[in-house]
């Protein structure tokens, strides 16, 4: 079963930090890349981050140099650590698992959704 289960998301001010979490299933995690997207509202969804399972990433523009996208094998765990947070980053993030047979990140699975919130 295709499991994807987020914690971490809530209310921070600008300038903040917040570290994502989502824990896989063990099937999921050892043949399938992870990566994090987001949806504002009003707006489309977006990739925010990715990697392998050979730990190689990839980033938005827009996070680059702020957020880190890590994984624990050990733990079936993909992390997303976010730092100096924006109020344009408010959205909800979700996990999901992946592929790159097209040459770039691809989602298959989809966790529930986890909500970001940057305000003052």
């Known amino acids: 079963q295709v499991q994807l289960v987020e914690s971490g998301g809530g209310l921070v001010q600008p300038g903040g930090s917040l570290r994502l979490s989502c824990a896989a299933s063990?099937?999921?995690?050892?043949?399938?890349?992870m990566g994090w997207y987001r949806q504002a509202p009003g707006k489309p969804r977006e990739l925010v981050a990715a990697i392998r399972t050979g730990g190689s990433t990839t980033y938005a523009d827009s996070v680059k140099g702020r957020f880190t996208i890590s994984r624990d094998n050990a733990k079936n765990t993909v992390y997303l650590q976010m730092n100096s947070l924006k109020p344009e980053d408010t959205a909800v993030y979700y996990c999901?698992?992946?592929?790159?047979?097209?040459?770039?990140?691809?989602?298959?699975?989809w966790g529930q959704g986890t909500q970001v919130t940057v305000s003052s």
């Open positions: 063990r099937i999921i995690f050892n043949i399938y890349g």
């Open positions: 999901t698992a992946g592929d790159y047979g097209r040459g770039y990140y691809s989602p298959a699975h």
